[in-house]
Structures are given as C-alpha cells and as structure tokens.
Nanobody, 119 residues
Framework: QVQLVESGGGLVQAGGSLRLSCAAS????????MGWYRQAPGKQRELVAA???????NYADSVKGRFTISRDNAKNTVYLQMNSLKPEDTAVYYC?????????????WGQGTQVTVSS
C-alpha cells in the first residue's frame, strides 16, 4: 500500500507564498509521476503541476511562472513552491502519485491540505 502525507497549507494574503510538501511511503516504484491537484468549492479537481521521476514537468497555465514543482527522489517527496498567490488559488490541494501496476496505472491520493488566499 502507498500513503501520501501532505503538509504546508494555510492562510496567506494575496501576493504571498506557501510551500507544500508531500511524502510518499510504502511500495513506491522508481518510475512514477508525483504531482499536485486542487479542488475549489463547486469546481472539479484540476491538475496544478506534476513531475515525473524522469524529470518531465507539467504545469497548469494558470500557475505557470508563479508555482514551481520539485522532488527529492531519494525521499519520495514532492514539493510545490507557490509564489504570487491569488485569491483564485484558494482550494484544497491534493498530492498525487501515479505508478505502473502490471499493464495498468495505479493512482494514490493524499488527504488534502487547505490553501486559502485572502484579498
């Protein structure tokens, strides 16, 4: 089994910064993609940023230039540095990992951490 433990959410004023961390434990394959999704009230969950163990990186257009995803493969940990935060970034942020499982993919999610940006 795989567990994801997130930390770093909170309340910040617009223009401020937060750093989220997520540590994965359990049976982690070396080949994987770790990332962050978010879900605001009344909206669907959306990808924020993802980074593969091979270095591939993907960002949502709305966060490009403001957020940076990084990871420590040795620690199975992924980080999300969020700068120039806006009220519209307010959401529950979920850590995610995708790994190969036979001929399929397995997805695991963290419990979520609240990020609130006040105007």
């Amino acid at each position: 089994q795989v567990q994801l433990v997130e930390s770093g959410g909170g309340l910040v004023q617009a223009g401020g910064s937060l750093r989220l961390s997520c540590a994965a434990s359990g049976s982690i394959f070396d080949s994987n993609t770790m990332g962050w999704y978010r879900q605001a009230p009344g909206k669907q969950r959306e990808l924020v940023a993802a980074k593969g163990s091979n270095g591939y990186t993907n960002y949502a257009d709305s966060v490009k230039g403001r957020f940076t995803i990084s990871r420590d493969n040795a620690k199975n940990t992924v980080y999300l540095q969020m700068n120039s935060l806006k009220p519209e970034d307010t959401a529950v942020y979920y850590c995610h990992i995708r790994m190969p499982s036979g001929f399929r993919w397995s997805d695991y999610w963290g419990q979520g951490t609240q990020v609130t940006v006040s105007s």
